[in-house]
């Protein structure tokens, strides 16, 4: 097992080594300045859509705009907001947190690119549904069918062996034994059936699943964690204040901290930032394409906020509060720090904010992963690939909470990396068709014919 895990290490430190950092930071960097830095000034626009009544009547797809999003969160707000924070902090010390920031700063602007040529590229199924993604704008955009098969390849290993099993599931068992003390084998028995009865029903069960799951967490977590920060404020200045110094200079081993570098605190932040906010991934967009919308635009913008949400405001949260109190110091790691950081911050009722809220970020993360894999094999398989994968996923789902959390991690770290460069090459590719979709947008909606 050791030798295993030590191969293991090999490769992701390969995987992720300064090439793909570069590459994920750097498609950021680079849609930010052709797009004219739209994360900051079409925020307020992008919000407004989400928090609007959708006006589009004859709109094709298979959930409403907000449905949509809420899956693509459901997907994304999980684990990493919770887990991957203290771990990314564990390894790489506050400075972590700032490159988190900046690894969602860029990401906003690839998630709006990704998402827009997802419904620009979409179709539909056999089936009857809207099937779009990576493989979709790769194939008809890029014309590189064996790319598009590449990334769904490496789609189907995430959602069975990274983000969409393991390491939710594990982190699910670990804190309600933890907190309540219940055996593992029965937590993972009822999680496996509730995700078999939700993942069977297909896009819209999940969909509908997620839309009440989603807003709800979220405003939960949120608050409970401002109530923590609110009653340490006198110290939230030093705080940030470490955090931007320790993203520059190496931070020093103090208690169970061992020390980190500025390349150890910014491959921490961005490789658990970009396991969290998924920007450049690729996932984002196959739910994307079941929007209802006869916008490309328009849906790009809703699902940008996505990685606002979730990193800048859900792992801003628990970042913050893991460095007030201390907490990344100690010896604990994974959810069991954060479960610790929110027990100091608020005696007796801290550690149930966490352990709930985990139970329902890692259970939505896992039903809009069963989605994308799903997205994938219907690609690479037609429709008669779905039951099959379904049951392989259930049966991971089970299996997931008796691996080692360390083994975990590092294979889920590997397959997303995989899986973000073929995306990665299709956004840069087409980056044309994402400046002129958006300057004709625009362009109508400044003369007012912008089609709503």
């Not at 194939?139 to 062996?161: P, Q, T």
């Not at 709800?216 to 030093?238: A, D, H, R």
């Amino acid at each position: 097992m050791q030798n295993i895990t030590q191969l293991l290490e090999t490769i992701d430190s390969w995987v992720w080594g300064p090439p793909l950092l570069i590459l994920l930071v750097g498609t950021g960097i680079f849609l930010t300045v052709r797009l004219g830095i739209l994360q900051v000034f079409k925020l307020p626009l992008a919000l407004k859509y989400v928090f609007s009544k959708d006006k589009e009547k004859e709109a094709t797809g298979d959930v409403s705009s907000f449905a949509a999003l809420c899956t693509a969160l459901a997907a994304t707000i999980g684990t990493g907001n919770i887990v991957g924070v203290a771990t990314a902090i564990k390894a790489g010390g506050p400075g972590a947190l700032f490159w988190m920031w900046m690894a969602a700063f860029f990401g906003m602007a690839t998630k709006y690119g990704e998402c827009l040529l997802s419904v620009k590229y979409r179709v539909t199924d056999e089936n009857g549904q809207m099937s779009g993604g990576p493989m979709y704008y790769i194939e008809r955009g890029l014309g590189k069918k064996w790319l598009a098969k590449m990334f769904s390849i490496f789609g189907i290993g995430v959602a069975f062996f990274g983000i969409g099993t393991f390491p939710q599931v594990n982190a699910i068992t670990d804190s309600v034994k933890a907190t309540f003390n219940i055996p593992t084998i029965v937590t993972a028995l009822a999680i496996t059936i509730l995700v078999a009865l939700v993942t069977l029903g297909g896009i819209k069960s999940i969909a509908k699943t997620a839309e009440i799951i989603v807003p709800f967490m979220v405003i939960v977590y949120v608050l409970g964690s401002l109530i923590i920060i609110f009653c340490n404020i006198q110290f939230l200045p030093e705080t940030i204040a470490l955090v931007i110094k320790s993203a520059f200079t190496p931070t020093a081993a103090t208690g169970g901290f061992l020390g980190a570098s500025v390349m150890l605190a910014i491959r921490s932040g961005v490789a658990r930032g970009v396991f969290s906010n998924e920007s450049g991934l690729g996932s984002a967009p196959i739910a994307t394409a079941a929007a209802k919308t006869n916008s490309c635009v328009k849906q790009g913008l809703i699902s940008m906020t996505g990685t606002f949400f979730d990193t800048i405001i859900v792992c801003t949260m628990t970042g913050l509060i893991l460095i007030l109190t201390d907490t990344w110091k100690g010896n604990l790691a994974g959810a069991e720090m954060t479960n610790a950081a929110f027990d100091a911050g608020l005696p007796g009722i801290g550690k149930y904010i966490v352990t709930i809220g985990l139970i329902f970020f890692a259970f939505t993360t896992i039903l809009g992963w069963n989605y994308y894999g799903e997205r994938c094999t219907e690609y690479l398989f037609g429709v008669k690939g779905i039951k099959p994968y379904r049951y392989i996923f259930i049966f991971l789902v089970a299996a997931g909470a008796f691996l080692k959390l360390e083994l975990i991690w590092i294979l889920a770290d590997i397959v997303n990396g995989l899986m973000a460069i073929p995306n990665l090459i299709a956004l840069i590719g087409l980056s044309g068709v994402i400046v002129a979709e958006t300057k004709q947008y625009f362009a109508q909606m400044n003369t007012g014919n912008k089609a709503n």
